[in-house]
């Protein structure tokens, strides 16, 4: 064999194998960033058939496949830019706005505070502007979705969402006591659960646009699961929990972004200095381990300092969640959505060995640590969501009290009937093809389900 190679290396002098160098890995650290999706690399395919037949052209598959595309969304366009110019037509009609059994299907009510029992059933009509100024960290998907096909800023006003809003109204200002001595039962902590598409994040998002109408403090997480997914994440020495600086900044931003004018008039309570942690991708400063909180310092200044510096961002909302507990001048109430993710694994995975990884409990992480808990006595709403595919979870949730769950229920039958009349109103199924008989099958079919309702109305003939 070692005469062959060197014939071979005489006979062709530009052979030169080069050397097999063996590069070293790297050992653990403690810092990392998210794990990207699985490889897209393309498998070998071992069937021969397979691969006997004709390939087509990939450049005039690409250009068949755009022309057909630019064509359906030009025809979608016009479709939508036609229904949108018949619609301001129907403004002009008033007689056009009548629901099931020609009770009004918009209500006049302009505020969410002063909505009723018999306001039930009709829709609440939202300015666009309004929305991005009451909801700046954003809309549920269910929400955006609703607003796009309808054509239409609206809501329905479910007995639900009034259920929830008067228990906090309640707590803030108790009704006078019964005959009996005894008032109706409150509950500061609820957990929103329910089967899918029952509208939990769109109740949510309403009792946080009416608390914040009515002057609350509100720290709203609407993508509660972006808090176990992406970014970079290192394990804190001192407290052994798992850092993610990325988020900790995001969420000081979104919480600032209402909540401005009145985070500059609450003071303050905690003056220890914030310690720092390592910033998104640029490890530990050197030298300096804290940085330090001026006692006229207000709650403004401390969101500040953690947006402005990305090693304090953690350690800022963790002092930011102890300092929300102790205001008393205005009601705080804490909003989180995709609550469930909370209470399952996060995406994060740390190196046991050099071949193998643990999965890090969304538990383990500091910010979901510090305001996953509803054991204490401020006002907290968690919202679930099966969007996010995590599976369900069990009754007793750990650190949530047993009571606290409440199960929101698809549409009812007279739920029903006020929202597809309120699409017939929005053109999104024909007039001519629509009857009592036959939006009920719809609802029988889809079983209440409000997603599935909005795409089988349309097929209605």
């Known amino acids: 064999m070692l005469r062959f190679l060197a014939r071979s290396s005489l006979k062709n002098p530009k052979w030169n194998p080069k050397p ?4 070293p890995q790297s050992p653990l650290h403690n810092h990392f960033s998210s794990k990207s999706g699985k490889s897209s690399a393309p498998k070998g395919n071992n069937n021969k058939a397979d691969n006997q037949k004709p390939k087509k052209n990939p450049k005039r598959s690409g250009l068949d496949d755009s022309k057909t595309a630019v064509s359906d969304a030009k025809e979608t366009t016009d479709e939508r830019v036609l229904r949108a110019r018949l619609l301001a037509q129907d ?8 629901g099931p059994n020609g009770r009004p299907l918009f209500t006049n009510i302009s505020s969410l505070s002063r909505l009723s029992r018999k306001d039930t059933c009709s829709y609440f009509k939202f ?7 009451m909801l700046p960290e954003g809309l549920p998907m269910g929400m955006v979705k609703e607003f796009e096909e309808s ?3 609206a809501l329905l006003v479910r007995q639900s969402f009034l259920d929830l809003r008067d228990n906090f109204r309640r707590i803030v200002d108790p009704p006078l006591l019964s005959s009996d001595g005894k008032g109706l039962k409150v509950r500061k902590q609820i957990v929103l659960d329910g089967p899918s598409n029952c509208g939990k994040s769109i109740t949510l998002a309403m009792l946080v646009h009416w608390a914040r109408e009515e002057g609350w403090l509100v720290f709203y997480v609407p993508r509660g699961r972006e808090w176990t997914h992406g970014g970079y994440f290192y394990k804190n020495p001192i407290t052994g929990l798992w850092d993610t600086p990325i988020q900790a900044e995001n969420a000081l931003k979104d919480f600032v972004k209402y909540n401005e004018s009145l985070l500059k008039q609450l003071p303050c309570h905690i003056f220890d200095p914030v310690p720092l942690g390592e910033g998104a991708g640029i490890g530990l400063l050197k030298g300096v381990d804290s940085v330090p909180v001026p006692e006229s310092s207000t709650l403004y200044d401390l969101v500040q300092i953690g947006i402005k510096q990305t090693h304090a961002a953690v350690g800022v909302v963790l002092r930011l969640r102890k300092e929300l507990s102790l205001v008393k001048d205005i009601p705080v109430l804490f909003a989180i959505d995709q609550y469930n993710n909370w209470f399952t694994f996060s995406e994060y995975e740390e190196p046991v060995t050099m071949r193998s ?5 969304a538990r383990e992480l500091a910010m979901v640590n510090a305001f996953r808990s509803m054991m204490h006595n401020s006002m907290m ?14 009754k007793d949730l750990p650190d949530v009290p047993l009571d606290a769950r409440v199960n929101l229920t698809r549409y009812g039958l007279d739920e029903a009937a006020a929202v597809c009349h309120y699409y017939l109103r929005q053109r999104l199924l024909p007039r001519e093809a629509f009857s009592e008989e036959s939006w009920k099958k719809i609802y029988y079919l889809s079983n209440g389900n409000g997603a599935e309702m909005r795409v089988l109305l349309p097929l209605m003939q």
């Open 20 to 23: 097999i160098i063996a590069i």
């Open 91 to 98: 403004e002009k009609n008033p007689s056009l706005n009548a």
């Open 127 to 133: 300015g666009e502007k309004e929305l991005n100024q």
């Open 151 to 153: 054509m239409r800023s």
């Open 357 to 361: 990884c643990r999965p890090v409990h």
């Open 381 to 394: 709403v968690g919202a679930f969501s099966h969007s996010t595919a995590v599976g369900k979870l069990r």
